[in-house]
């Protein structure tokens, strides 16, 4: 099993910034990627950003140019930092990781509030 903690989340203005972090424990050595995923009201869950263990990045188009996923990998750790963000963006952030398994574990999510 992996655990996944995020922090980081809160409220801001339109066109601030904040930065999400994810803290992963457990068997970390079958992680094949990390990321982050959203949820909004009366939303579905969708994907925000992710990295593989070899770096490659995948984003979705809402938030291309204004977020960026990144790994330290010697801490075990994901980020999102998000600039320039829209209210739009308002949701529950929720890390996730993929093991090599296929399995797929989330962490308990973080609210992001984006006022205008």
């Known amino acids: 099993q992996v655990q996944l903690v995020e922090s980081g989340g809160g409220v801001v203005q339109a066109g601030g910034s904040l930065r999400l972090s994810c803290a992963a424990s457990?068997?970390?050595?079958?992680?094949?990627?990390m990321g982050w995923y959203r949820q909004a009201p009366g939303k579905q869950r969708e994907l925000v950003a992710d990295?593989?263990?070899?770096?490659?990045?995948n984003y979705a188009d809402s938030v291309k140019g204004r977020f960026t996923v990144f790994r330290d990998t010697a801490k075990n750790m994901v980020y999102l930092q998000m600039n320039s963000l829209k209210p739009d963006d308002t949701a529950v952030y929720y890390c996730?990781?993929?093991?090599?398994?296929?399995?797929?574990?989330w962490g308990k999510g973080t609210l992001v509030t984006v006022s205008s």
């Open positions: 996730n990781t993929k093991l090599t398994t296929g399995m797929d574990y």
């Open positions: 457990g068997m970390i050595f079958s992680i094949y990627a």
């Open positions: 990295i593989t263990r070899g770096f490659v990045t």
